[in-house]
T-cell receptor, first 112, second 111 residues
Framework: DGGITQSPKYLFRKEGQNVTLSCEQN?????MYWYRQDPGQGLRLIYY???????QKGDIAEGYSVSREKKESFPLTVTSAQKNPTAFYLC???????????FGPGTRLLVL | KQEVTQIPAALSVPEGENLVLNCSFT??????LQWFRQDPGKGLTSLLL???SQREQTSGRLNASLDKSSGRSTLYIAASQPGDSATYLC??????????WGAGTKLIIKP
């Protein structure tokens, strides 16, 4: 079964803690993306990667970090510098030059 | 900065009605306009993609139109069913090949 998986489905973060959200795809897509979704707002791009070992900041990268060591994996770390991390996080991927994106099921991050 | 707006934020209609969801955008140089569906607590599923050179696309009971001159797209759902209840998001692909998103319209179809 080809697709994009995100884990965990729910994640709880304590004050001052870094947490990492997993995103894996077996679609052989070159590009991967992380979005944040808040109620009443459109998706906002956090980071994206067009190729292994390279990634670019999106519109709201502050307080987040990523790595792209493997084509199929694009983990997102929410650092303690992100003061309002509560949101629904969506990972997506696309083939090179594609004009649409394919989404994972999302991870909901909550602050304790 | 380009913007995409979806009005209304929520819509409730009886089953069987035909309905139209609206999407407006400020970018005059879009590559395409896309409609997605999102069920509660889930990821997004692509419904329709309209290239900037096209006027409309159809898939089953769904029809999406694009009017670049007015900066508008509509998603028409025929003979609505309770299973159509979801949030519908539109997004335009800009000149940087990035998707610019609307906030979505939450649709409830009452049996």
């Amino acid at each position: 079964d080809g697709g994009i998986t995100q884990s965990p489905k729910y994640l709880f973060r304590k004050e001052g803690q870094n947490v990492t959200l997993s995103c894996e795809q077996n679609l052989n897509h070159d590009a991967m993306y992380w979005y944040r979704q808040d109620p009443g707002q459109g998706l906002r791009l956090i980071y994206y990667s067009q190729i292994v070992n390279d990634f670019q900041k999106g519109d709201i990268a502050e307080g987040y970090s990523v790595s792209r060591e493997k084509k199929e994996s694009f983990p997102l770390t929410v650092t303690s510098a992100q003061k309002n991390p509560t949101a629904f996080y969506l990972c997506a991927s696309s083939p090179r030059g594609a004009e649409t994106q394919y989404f994972g099921p999302g991870t909901r991050l909550l602050v304790l | 900065k380009q913007e995409v707006t979806q009005i209304p934020a929520a819509l409730s209609v009886p089953e069987g009605e035909n309905l139209v969801l609206n999407c407006s955008f400020t970018d005059s140089a879009i590559y395409n306009l896309q409609w997605f569906r999102q069920d509660p607590g889930k990821g997004l599923t692509s419904l329709l993609l309209i290239q900037s050179s096209q006027r409309e696309q159809t898939s089953g009971r769904l029809n999406a139109s694009l009017d670049k001159s007015s900066g508008r797209s509509t998603l028409y759902i025929a003979a609505s069913q309770p299973g159509d209840s979801a949030t519908y998001l539109c997004a335009e692909l800009d000149s940087n090949y990035q998707l610019i998103w609307g906030a979505g319209t939450k649709l409830i179809i009452k049996p």
